[in-house]
T-cell receptor, first 114, second 113 residues
């Protein structure tokens, strides 16, 4: 079955620690995205990548970092510089040349920083 | 700046009722998406529209490009329809960021048996 996997589903970390969220897709999509979702707010774009070894900042990239060494993987690191990291994080992917950019979403990771 | 507004924010309905969720946006778009997010958090795509109307089972989505408005209708609602429904648009301008979507805040629907 093709799809996007995110792990783990729930993650707890102490304040000041970096943490890496996993995102893997087997849809052969070129583009991948990381979103953050907070209660009462729409999804906000953190980073996106249109091709391997290239990525761009989204609207709220501060305190986050990504890498795209393989087409199927786009891990997100939440650094200690992120002031309010507790949130629900969603990964998505799409075909790079999709005219309407239909995105497919993973199940999400809920990060709680204690 | 592209704004996407959804209404209502919260909606409670009795099983069997006809439901309408609205989405308005402020810039020209190439496509509008309706997404469904279940309590567990995962998101699935329901519809992708660039014009007219689409139907899938009990769900109907319409879009009026001139008025910059879309509606999602659910006929004969059922408790399993309880979820957050999210509208997202892809702006029509091209260039850097052309892959980006702008999301509404979502409409939380609860269908009571």
């Amino acid at each position: 079955d093709g799809g996007i996997t995110q792990s783990p589903k729930y993650l707890f970390r102490k304040e000041g620690q970096n943490v890496t969220l996993s995102c893997e897709q087997n849809l052969n999509h070129d583009a991948m995205y990381w979103y953050r979702q907070d209660p009462g707010q729409g999804l906000r774009l953190i980073y996106y990548s249109q091709i391997v070894n290239d990525f761009q900042k989204g609207d709220i990239a501060e305190g986050y970092s990504v890498s795209r060494e393989k087409k199927e993987s786009f891990p997100l690191t939440v650094t200690s510089a992120q002031k309010n990291p507790t949130a629900f994080y969603l990964c998505a992917s799409s075909l790079a040349h999709s005219p309407h950019n239909e995105q497919f979403f993973g199940p999400g990771t809920r990060l709680t920083v204690l | 700046k592209n704004e996407v507004e959804q209404s209502p924010q919260n909606l409670t309905a009795q099983e069997g009722e006809f439901i309408t969720i609205n989405c308005s946006y402020s810039v020209g778009i190439s496509a509008l998406h309706w997404l469904q997010q279940h309590p567990g958090g995962g998101i699935v795509s329901l519809f992708m529209l660039s014009s007219g109307k689409k139907k899938h089972g009990r769900l109907i989505a319409t879009i009026n490009i001139q008025e910059k408005h879309s509606s999602l209708h659910i006929t004969a609602s059922h408790p399993r329809d309880s979820a957050v429904y999210i509208c997202a648009v892809r702006p029509a301008y091209s260039g850097a960021g052309s892959y980006q979507l702008t999301f509404g805040k979502g409409t939380k629907l609860s269908v009571i048996p």
